[in-house]
């Protein structure tokens, strides 16, 4: 059979065989590549998702930052406020406890006892 086919017919053969099987290869490898884009795809889209969620999360954390700042800022201020008043009247019953007695009261305390 092969006796009859000339060099030129079994060379376009083998070709023509290297083509097909060339073929078959690179579709195969199109399907491999188009299946890992897919997937490729997907955690993108997951990755994005992500991105947002963490994005969306960082936003809260900093307005929560800002509130607990301006709660901190404001319990200072006050705390401050408390110690002002605090102070003053402490020196106002320092000043009332180092006056001196007045006569009349100690005499009403002498009758008595």
């Not at 195969?28 to 188009?34: D, G, V, Y």
């Not at 969620?53 to 809260?60: G, H, P």
């Given at each position: ?12 053969f ?29 955690q ?70």
């Open positions: 059979m092969f006796g009859r086919l000339s060099f030129a017919d079994i060379g376009l083998v070709v023509m065989l290297f083509g097909v099987l060339l073929t078959a290869f690179l579709s195969s490898q199109n399907s491999r590549l188009k299946q890992e884009n897919s997937v490729l795809s997907q993108v889209s997951q990755f994005e998702k992500q991105a947002i969620a963490t994005n969306q999360r960082l936003l809260k954390l900093q307005e929560m930052a800002e509130l607990a700042t301006k709660k901190a800022e404001k319990n200072t201020a006050l705390y401050q406020q408390q110690k002002n008043a605090l102070k003053v009247a402490n020196e106002k019953h320092k000043n009332w406890a180092n006056q001196p007695v007045p006569d009349d009261v100690i005499r009403v305390f002498n009758t008595i006892h």
